[in-house]
C-alpha cells in the first residue's frame, strides 16, 4: 500500500518560513520524480516543484529563489523549505510521487496572513 504522509503546514507571517516534509512507503522512492503541487479554491492545482531520481529539479517560476526541493532517499521522505514566503502562497499543498504511475498525499494547509 502506498502512502505519503506530509507534515510541516501551518500559519505563518508574510516574510517567513516553513518547511514541508512528505514521507513515502509503498514504493521504490529512490526511482521515484517527487515534488509538491498546491491549490487555491476555485483554480487548478499548479505545479510547486518536482525533483528527479537524479536529483534535477524544476521549479514555478513564482516560487524561484525563494523556495527550495530536496529529498533523503535513506529516510524516504522529500522536502520543500519555503523562505520569503508571500500571502500568494497561501495554498493546500500536495506531495506526490511519479514513476509509471503518480501517487498523491493528503494535503496540507500553508497559510501566509499578516
Known amino acids: 500500500q502506498v502512502q505519503l504522509v506530509e507534515s510541516g503546514g501551518g500559519s505563518v507571517q508574510p516574510g517567513g518560513s516553513l518547511t514541508l516534509s512528505c514521507a513515502a512507503s509503498g514504493i521504490t522512492f529512490n526511482m521515484y520524480t517527487m515534488g509538491w503541487y498546491r491549490q487555491v479554491p476555485g483554480k487548478q492545482r499548479e505545479l510547486v516543484a518536482s525533483?528527479?531520481?537524479?536529483?534535477?529539479?524544476n521549479y514555478n517560476d513564482s516560487v524561484k529563489g525563494r523556495f527550495t526541493i530536496s529529498r533523503d532517499n535513506d529516510k524516504n521522505t522529500v522536502y520543500l523549505q519555503m523562505n520569503s514566503l508571500k500571502p500568494e502562497d497561501t495554498a493546500v499543498y500536495y506531495c506526490?510521487?511519479?514513476?509509471?504511475?503518480?501517487?498523491w498525499g493528503q494535503g496540507t494547509q500553508v497559510t501566509v496572513s499578516s
Open positions: 525533483i528527479s531520481s537524479v536529483i534535477t529539479t
Open positions: 506526490y510521487g511519479r514513476q509509471f504511475k503518480t501517487y
